[in-house]
């Protein structure tokens, strides 16, 4: 579920930014976040909803902290969906190279030790980036016509936002880390700009749900109300199942 391990006030906060922090990123501009656009009329709301679930991908993500400057995932989970069903998905616990909180652990019962044997981000990231663009080959730059999926998540600028972040750590991380990955250093600096569309699950929540039917529009309280099967449970696949099972459900809301 996102924002993890702790709610942040509201579900479209930006992570904090921070810094004089010893292991902050070096400063390096980021692609824009494309978000999608607010609806006044709830129908064309729906409409757009529906539309997005002709081509999207679902995501959920669960990290170390809540500042993707210096928290890390250490869970990915990511459905892929065509004219409304899930055609394909991808799952992968991730190796973040820094202490988990106990708070995490205890949340998401994914401890250090569970971790010590995953792959790290850069090492999925070639598998990722083909499932999040999947008309592009690994690594090749689509033409500016091509179709990039939308990307679908609870409070999904939070997800994205720590993807961006983990492909310029990958980016900048040095040579002799990248030996695992499947592609060279030069091919991992040279992975496009992911730019896709969001589609923010609660943004949409608050325009077509009341506010006294869920009080705050966290995953677990609009999926209950809209009688999603899945429930989130703190970790990745499941809660990008209960994503899913929102985004369908409230285009008939």
């Known amino acids: 579920m996102s924002p993890s391990p702790l709610e942040q006030n509201s579900p479209l906060q930006s992570p ?75 799952a992968t616990l991730l190796n973040p190279h820094q202490d988990v909180p106990e708070e995490v652990t205890d949340l998401t019962g994914i401890s250090a030790g569970l971790l010590a044997d995953q792959p790290t981000f850069a090492e999925v990231l070639p598998d990722l980036m083909h ?61 496009p700009p992911y730019t896709p569309r969001l589609v923010c699950t609660a943004e949409a929540s608050r325009a077509l749900i009341p506010r006294e039917s869920v009080g705050r529009y966290r995953l677990g309280n609009v999926a209950s109300y809209l009688k999603v099967p899945h429930r989130p449970l703190h970790r990745a696949m499941n809660d990008a199942l209960a994503t899913y099972g929102v985004l369908r459900a409230l285009t008939e809301q």
């Not at 390096?28 to 999608?36: C, D, E, H, K, M």
């Not at 709830?42 to 669960?62: A, H, M, Y």
């Not at 609870?154 to 040095?174: G, K, T, Y």
């Open 131 to 191: 499932f999040l663009r999947p008309n592009s080959p690994t690594g090749a730059t689509l033409p500016a016509h091509a179709a990039t999926p939308r990307l679908v998540g609870h409070n999904v600028s939070f997800d994205f936002s720590f993807i961006q972040h983990e492909i310029l750590r990958a980016q900048l991380a040095p040579q002799t880390q990248h030996r695992d990955t499947g592609m060279e250093p030069t091919d991992i600096d040279s992975v």
């Open 16 to 90: 904090p930014q921070h810094h004089s922090h010893q292991h902050a990123l070096p400063q390096r501009s980021l692609p824009q976040q494309p978000r999608t656009p607010e609806h006044a009329d709830p129908g064309r709301l729906r409409v757009d909803l529906q539309r997005t679930l002709s081509d999207c991908i679902v995501i959920d993500l669960e990290t170390t902290g809540l500042r993707p400057q210096q928290a890390r995932i250490i869970e990915i989970a990511a459905l892929r969906v065509a004219d409304g069903e899930i055609t394909d998905r991808f």
